[in-house]
C-alpha cells in the first residue's frame, strides 16, 4: 500500500536558522510531490511540486526551496528562518493514476 | 485570486441531519474535483472525488454533486455524525497541469 511519512511532527527554531523538513512516500514509483503550508486559520497554499527526480516548480515567490533527491523523497529547505514561515507544512503525493493526492501528517513549524 | 472558493468558514448542523457544504470555482478547464477532511495538527484525509464527466458520486454517506454550468460542487454528508467535525476543503485539478488549487476551508460542527 501507498504511504506517506514526514518528519519531524513538530518543530520549533529561531528567526533566522536553517530549516530542513523531510518526506518520504512508499508503496509508488514516480509519484508527482508536493509541500503545501497552512497558515493559522487558513486554507492549504501550495508551495512547491515536482513530477521526477531534480525537477521542481515553485508556486510563490519566498524563503522557501525544495528539492527531491530521490525518487520518493522530498525536501523543504530554508537558509534563514522568518517569523512569517511559521506554519503547519503539508507534504502530498499523486500515484500512479495521478488523479487522488493523499497527505502526509503534516509539520508544525513555529519560528520564535 | 482564488480559482476555488469556499463562503461558508463554519456551519453547525444536528446530528442525524444533513450537512451541505458549497463550493465554487471559476477555471472552466477544472475536470478533476476532490473534496477532503481535516482534523487540528493532522493532514487532510481524502474523502471523495468526482470527474467532470460525472454529476454525482457517492460514497457511503457521502456524496458529491457538480454543476459544470454553475461551476459549483457541493458535498453532502447523511447522516451526519459528530465524529465529522472538522474541517472540509474542496480541491480541483485542471487535468496536464499536475497542480491541485484548494479552497480555504469549511468548519464543520455536528452537534450532539
Known amino acids: 500500500s501507498q504511504t506517506i511519512h514526514q518528519w519531524p511532527a513538530t518543530l520549533v527554531q529561531p528567526v533566522g536558522s536553517p530549516l530542513s523538513l523531510e518526506c518520504t512516500v512508499e508503496?509508488?514509483?514516480?509519484?508527482?510531490l508536493y509541500w503545501y503550508r497552512q497558515a493559522a486559520g487558513r486554507g492549504l497554499q501550495l508551495l512547491f511540486y515536482s513530477v521526477g527526480i531534480g525537477q521542481i516548480s515553485s508556486e510563490v515567490p519566498q524563503n522557501l526551496s525544495a528539492s527531491r533527491p530521490q525518487d520518493r523523497q522530498f525536501i523543504l529547505s530554508s537558509k534563514k528562518l522568518l517569523l512569517s514561515d511559521s506554519g503547519f507544512y503539508l507534504c502530498a503525493f499523486t500515484g500512479l493514476a495521478q488523479e487522488t493526492q493523499y497527505f502526509g501528517p503534516g509539520t508544525r513549524l513555529l519560528v520564535l | 485570486d482564488q480559482q476555488v472558493k469556499q463562503n461558508s468558514p463554519s456551519l453547525s448542523v444536528q446530528e442525524g441531519r444533513i450537512s451541505i457544504l458549497n463550493c465554487d470555482y471559476t477555471n472552466s478547464m477544472f475536470d478533476y474535483f476532490l473534496w477532503y477532511k481535516k482534523y487540528p495538527a493532522e493532514g487532510p484525509t481524502f474523502l471523495i472525488s468526482i470527474s467532470s464527466i460525472k454529476d454525482k458520486n457517492e460514497d457511503g454517506r457521502f456524496t458529491v454533486f457538480l454543476n459544470k454550468s454553475a461551476k459549483h460542487l457541493s458535498l453532502h454528508i447523511v447522516p451526519s455524525q459528530p465524529g465529522d467535525s472538522a474541517v472540509y476543503f474542496c480541491?480541483?485539478?485542471?487535468?496536464?497541469?499536475?497542480?491541485?488549487?484548494f479552497g480555504t476551508g469549511t468548519r464543520l460542527k455536528v452537534l450532539a
Open positions: 480541491a480541483a485539478s485542471e487535468g496536464g497541469t499536475y497542480k491541485y488549487i
Open positions: 508503496g509508488t514509483s514516480n509519484p508527482n
